[in-house]
């Protein structure tokens, strides 16, 4: 098949705290475009703080998917991402608009694009809740140790703290003998079936870090505490695939006294700063990534806007 009977697909990710948001607000508006979030926490309804979620204001009348889909207490992973955003994009084409994947969960985007296939890995619910069980009882850490011996590449990938990836690799290992950290590689070297433009939005590390710390201050103060402890009245456990994420588990420990707030903050900086890092490794791993970095165009953003126009077909710049 020729590139130019391929469906466009263009892809906008980077860091946490990278400036994601508002240049796919202005990228989107310019090809005529609709957003798809790849973020595995914007799908929650009630977690707005401490996911940065865009709000309809700064949405600025482009239509957003994936966004406050699903109650807190249901699991969502990467096969249902796929299932959905696959659903959605077949609207969006329908539509004559062209689909805008943002968020920086790159294995979630990499499903897309690389229309990974996962019909092997998602069927014993049993193993899932099993190895759940296990990590609920015995830790996190000694989880991820179980991943070690059978994967040491994908435990050098997967933090030990994220339960949710290191059961989707030993249940991958334990239903086909592999490792997914070799299948995962295998995958990456498809070639897409899209049209595919994927933009990497970074900056300076010590910038990105200097922006981490300042958004973590600007969540509490906004009451990303509050939203926890609403979230936990409601019925939300540690446990909870949702309460997973970036600033919800930290948390949870300081309304439940192992931390102080000013130690969960500083806990969520340097685990955010952590994520960026590793958020950064992979996508050095990809093989089809534009990198745009904010400093090299002076942190203007209508020059990085420009700038990554240059790189679309005349045909996709249409507005």
């Known amino acids: 098949m020729q590139k130019n009977e391929q469906k466009p697909l263009i892809v906008l990710t980077g860091p946490t705290a990278a400036g994601k948001t508002r240049l796919s607000i202005a990228l989107a508006r310019a090809v005529g475009g609709e957003i798809l979030s790849a973020d ?15 709000t309809a ?3 600025e009348g482009i239509p957003h998917h994936l966004i406050d889909i699903l109650p807190p207490k249901e ?25 805008v994947i943002v968020g920086g969960t790159g294995f979630y985007i990499q499903a897309v694009t690389n229309a990974v ?82 933009f990497v939005l970074t900056a300076p ?8 710390n300042r958004r973590v201050d600007e969540m509490m103060e906004m009451g990303l505490p509050a939203e926890v402890a609403r979230l ?44 960026a890092k590793r958020q950064l490794t992979w996508f050095k791993r990809e093989k089809q990534v534009i990198w745009v970095d904010k400093a090299e165009y002076g942190f203007d953003e209508e020059k990085i806007l420009a700038a990554v126009l240059e790189h679309l077909p005349e045909r996709l710049r249409r507005y």
Not at 45 to 52: P, Q
Not at 205 to 212: A, G, S, T, V
Not at 247 to 262: I, N, P, Q, S
């Open 232 to 275: 936990k009245e409601e019925g939300c456990t540690r446990g909870m695939v949702s309460m997973q994420g970036l600033g919800y588990k930290e948390l949870f420990a300081y309304l439940d006294g192992e931390l102080t707030r000013k130690e969960a903050a500083e806990q969520i900086k340097q685990n955010t700063r952590h994520f």
């Open 57 to 59: 204001q700064e949405m």
């Open 117 to 198: 296939d996962f019909t092997e890995s998602d069927t014993d619910t049993a193993l899932r809740e099993e190895l759940f069980a296990y990590a609920q009882k015995h830790g996190a850490a000694k989880l991820h140790k179980r991943l070690a011996a059978v994967d040491p590449q994908a435990a050098a990938q997967i933090h030990e703290n994220n339960i949710k990836r290191t059961i989707r690799a030993l249940e991958y290992h334990a239903q086909t003998g592999g490792r997914i950290s070799e299948h995962n590689e295998e995958q990456a070297g498809h070639i897409s079936p899209y049209e595919l433009y994927y």
């Open 75 to 99: 699991e969502f992973n990467v096969v249902r991402f796929q299932a959905l955003a696959r659903e959605a994009m077949e609207g969006i084409y329908a539509r004559g608009k062209i689909p």
């Open 40 to 54: 595995s926490m914007q799908v929650y309804r009630g977690m707005d703080i401490g996911t940065a979620k865009i």
């Open 205 to 212: 590390r010590d910038i990105l870090y200097q922006n981490i």
